[in-house]
Structures are given as C-alpha cells and as structure tokens.
C-alpha cells in the first residue's frame, strides 16, 4: 500500500504499520484522492479550514450550553439554601426523618411517607429523579421550587405548606405536609360507604375555589387541576398539591404556550390541538384552569348527591374516612416499617401521657399555693 504526503499534511500512522512513502501521486490509492494536489492546495486547506472553523463553533456552544447549565445549578442552589433558611425559621421538623416507604408512583419520582420521631407528625417527601440534570425554563423542578416558593411568600395557611427542599445526590427532595388521601380517594370511600354529612358538596367547593382564586391573584397557574392533586388535610380541608406543570408570573390573557395537563381536564381547543399532534397552542392559561375547576366541581357535585347515601355526624364521617385511608396506607407499608411506626407512636404517647402528668401535678401545685394560707404545709402534702 503506498501513501502519498504533500505540503503541511499530517498522517497518523499506528505502531507496527509500514507505508511506502514516495513523492509521486499513486493515482491507484483511494486515500489520494482526498488530498489536495499542488494547484489545489489552497482551496482544500480552505475547505479544510472551513470544517475546523465549524467543529470550533460546535464546540464553543457546548461549553456555553455547558456553562449556562452551571450557572443555572448554581442558581438552584442559591435558591434552595435562601428558601431552606426562611422554611428553618418558620418549621422545625427533624433532620433525620425515618422513611416508612413508598405510597405513590409518578412520571417524574417517587412519594414516601416518612415520619418524625421527635413529634410523631407525618411527613410526605416527593423525590423527582435525576431533576437537576434537565436544565431550562421547562424544567420540572425548577418549575416546581419556584411556584412553591412563590407560595411560601404568601404565608397563607390555606395553601399548601413545604417543610424543607434539598438535593440528595441526583434527585430533588421536597418534605410537605402529609394528606389523609385525595379527593379521588374522598369519592371512592363515597361509593363503598354509602355515608355522608350535610354540607360536604359546599365544604369541598368553597375549599378549591378558594385556592384557585388565591393562585390566580398572585400570577400563578396550577395547569394540573384533577381531583388526585387535591389532598385532604385534617377536617377534610382542601388543598392543591403538585406544581410541577405550574407557571408564574404570566398576564392573564392569550399566549403561545406548551400543552400540559390531563386529558380528560383540558379545553377544547386544547384537546383539539393535543389530538393533532402539536406541541403548544395559543390560550389563556387561567381560563384553562378554571376550565379544570369546573369539571372538578360537577364532579364533586355528582359524587356528592346527598340522596345517595345515609347521613351522619360531620366528626364521625371525617374520623371514619381518616380511619379508611390509615389502614390503606398500613397495608402498602412492609412489615418491618410498620412495627417502626407502632413503636415511634407508642414511644411519643408515653412521653406525652408523661408529660401530661407531669403539667397537671404543676397546674395543682400552682393552685393550692394560691389557694392557701400556708404554703409551705400545702406544698408538702402535694408532693
């Protein structure tokens, strides 16, 4: 095999491989055609040249795409640890909560409940996979931390309540409040107890409304509304949950935007849009939730036709239903996790019957001291 070299080109050669290297062209070898001739030399440089400047180009995009990636972690974290401060201040909850396991599976992670040793109180924790890897505006993370954030500024008690958002290895960790169930969770218990108290249709309508009203007001749309984003604190309050399709800061009118969403909880022109293949569609995304809220409140409003079922005591429903969702939640955890959760209760219900005791022997010290002529004498016998 014979190898022509002219000019200033350059040939790799591997350990052990001989080449007959000679000054005249071997018009036989394939590789000689790819090799400028004298009179060609320059514009082949050039193309050369050419092909260079274009990989450098691709190159120096990378690292700027590579850089705004950092820049845009960096960012993350910056928010993360000026919003994990104002959490610390406004919640104590414990740094090493125990995690009793798995209760749901999304698109994005995973849900667990976990539990405070030091007070008992639950805790949910939604881990998004892999999340600070997928950089950008339609980051579902990011999307994420800024409207819960956003909502954290309100300091208002009907929305939802964040604990603590941090980053463990890959994944983003948000600790929130814990939920008895959804309000899928409140039909489905409606259709297998048949029992209802007067006002739960009211109840539940005035609660989203008004969460919905309050988001709008501070520029933020859920894009998300169904009823398995709708949680049910104690007393069967309603709160929105799961803002990872959220925006803030849009104007409330008609714009080019990214479909998002639940099917069956989408305009029409949206379905439409989504039936057709495209990726976004121009709408105003406040009508688009109220559209969502609409079809959740005829839903409620079906599911909740008092006709239906027997009707009881307010308390006895709410205390019925938690009981219904503790045992669904006991029977998903393993059996191991559940002897940890029977014994961290068993210890915080003696350390409060404890201190139960110990405040009542006070609040009797403190009467019959002020009670009594001699106190000292009184003191004694009390103890």
């Keep these: 095999m014979e190898l022509v070299v002219s000019g200033d080109s350059q040939v790799h050669i591997q350990k052990g491989t001989t080449f007959n290297l000679s000054e005249t062209p071997c018009k036989q070898c394939s590789l000689h055609s790819k090799i400028p001739d004298d009179k ?60 009793l396991g ?24 939604k881990k998004i996979y892999y999340s600070n890897f997928r950089m950008g505006h339609e980051n579902r993370c990011y999307t994420e931390i800024l409207s819960l954030a956003h909502i954290l500024k309100q300091s208002n008690p009907n929305l939802l309540q964040v604990y603590k958002i941090e980053f463990e290895k890959k994944d983003c960790v948000l600790s929130m409040e814990y939920g008895h169930g959804t309000l899928l969770d409140l039909f489905l218990f409606l259709e297998s107890e048949r029992i209802i108290y007067y006002g739960l249709h009211d109840d539940l309508s005035n609660q989203i409304k008004s969460q919905i009203e309050i988001l709008h007001q501070i520029k933020l749309c859920h894009r998300d509304i169904k009823p398995d984003n709708i949680i049910l604190r104690d007393g069967l309050r309603a709160v929105l949950c799961d803002y990872g399709l959220s925006l803030v800061g849009l104007e409330n009118k008609e714009q080019q935007l990214p ?23 121009k709408h105003n995304p406040y009508e688009s939730d109220r559209f969502a809220l609409d079809k959740v409140l005829h839903l409620v409003k079906q599911k909740c036709e008092e006709w239906k079922y027997k009707f009881v005591e307010k308390e006895y429903f709410i205390k019925e239903f938690q009981t219904c969702m503790e045992d669904k939640i006991m029977k998903k955890l393993r059996p191991e996790k559940r002897e940890i959760l029977s014994q961290i209760l068993q210890d915080i219900s003696k350390r409060s019957h404890k201190e139960n005791i110990e405040e009542s022997n006070i609040i009797s010290l403190n009467f019959t001291i002020n009670n009594s002529d001699d106190c000292s004498l009184k003191i004694k016998e009390d103890v």
């Design 40 to 99: 060609s030399s320059t514009e082949g440089r050039s193309d050369i040249d050419q092909r260079i400047v274009k990989s450098s180009e691709l190159l120096i995009n990378k690292l700027e795409t590579l850089e705004n990636q950092i820049q845009l972690k960096k960012k993350i974290d910056d928010d993360l640890k000026n919003l994990n401060q104002e959490l610390q201040e406004q919640y104590k909850i414990s740094s090493n909560l125990c995690e």
């Design 259 to 281: 479909i998002a969403g639940t099917f069956s909880y989408l305009p029409p022109e949206i379905e439409t849009a989504l039936k057709s293949g495209l990726g976004s569609v």
């Design 102 to 125: 798995v209760f749901a599976n999304g698109r994005y992670g995973q849900v667990f409940l976990a539990i405070d040793p030091s007070t008992g109180d639950r805790i949910v924790k």
